[in-house]
T-cell receptor
Framework: AQKVTQAQTEISVVEKEDVTLDCVYE???????LFWYKQPPSGELVFLIR??????QNEISGRYSWNFQKSTSSFNFTITASQVVDSAVYFC???????????FGAGTQVVVTP | DTGVSQNPRHKITKRGQNVTFRCDPI?????LYWYRQTLGQGPEFLTY????????KSRLLSDRFSAERPKGSFSTLEIQRTEQGDSAMYLC??????????????FGPGTRLTVT
């Protein structure tokens, strides 16, 4: 069975601080895909990134970066120099194939105050 | 280019009533997914379609739930004899299965169901 654990329920930071969101996953599949989605207060989930299990390169996109470590089954997400607009719930998700159903974690609420 | 739309956005119903939700995916997206999200939790997968074929149903989807995608375009999710435990946000998403961003599921705004 697959499982995604986001142990941090809520993280509060002051603007410009960095924030790291943890994601630990469990799967028996050798090929799998990991995702991060953002759910702002408006409610619609927004795709941020996909990573497949064979690609352990870290990725940076603007202020966002992701650290994938297969050895510890983790796929952590860092927001650098946080801004108020980053306030949202962030979900880590796992899928056995690239366009299959997503198994989401419980999410981490990020609150960025000015 | 319109996104995924869902109607209604909110539905309040009494226990025991039937409700039906509609999802219009992004045009030409052949995959359509239904998820359910309760407060403080991540979305839970319910079912998905490729074109008009329903390929998988979660064990969460009891016999009271049925989903259709008759022409491979819009989809409906019906809940019969609603129970208070059905109160949740029902999310629809769509995606392609080929192309550069085929893995990206585009989510709609959801339908919030309240069963009283």
């Amino acid at each position: 069975a697959q499982k995604v654990t986001q142990a941090q329920t809520e993280i509060s930071v002051v603007e410009k601080e960095d924030v790291t969101l943890d994601c630990v996953y469990e799967t028996r599949d050798t090929t799998y895909y990991l995702f991060w989605y953002k759910q702002p207060p408006s409610g619609e989930l927004v795709f941020l990134i996909r990573r497949n299990s064979f690609d352990e390169q870290n990725e940076i996109s603007g202020r966002y970066s992701w650290n994938f470590q297969k050895s510890t089954s983790s796929f952590n997400f860092t927001i650098t120099a946080s801004q108020v607009v980053d306030s949202a719930v962030y979900f880590c998700a796992l899928s056995p194939d690239s366009w299959g159903k997503l198994q989401f974690g419980a999410g981490t609420q990020v609150v960025v105050t000015p | 280019d319109t996104g995924v739309s869902q109607n209604p956005r909110h539905k309040i119903t009494k226990r025991g009533q039937n409700v039906t939700f509609r999802c219009d995916p992004i045009s030409e997206h052949n995959r359509l997914y239904w998820y359910r999200q309760t407060l403080g939790q991540g979305p839970e997968f319910l079912t998905y379609f490729q074109n008009e074929a329903q390929l998988e149903k979660s064990r969460l989807l009891s016999d009271r739930f049925s989903a259709e995608r008759p022409k491979g375009s819009f989809s409906t999710l019906e809940i019969q004899r609603t129970e208070q435990g059905d109160s949740a946000m029902y999310l629809c998403a769509s995606s392609l299965t080929s192309g550069a961003s085929s893995y990206e599921q585009y989510f709609g705004p959801g339908t919030r169901l309240t069963v009283t």
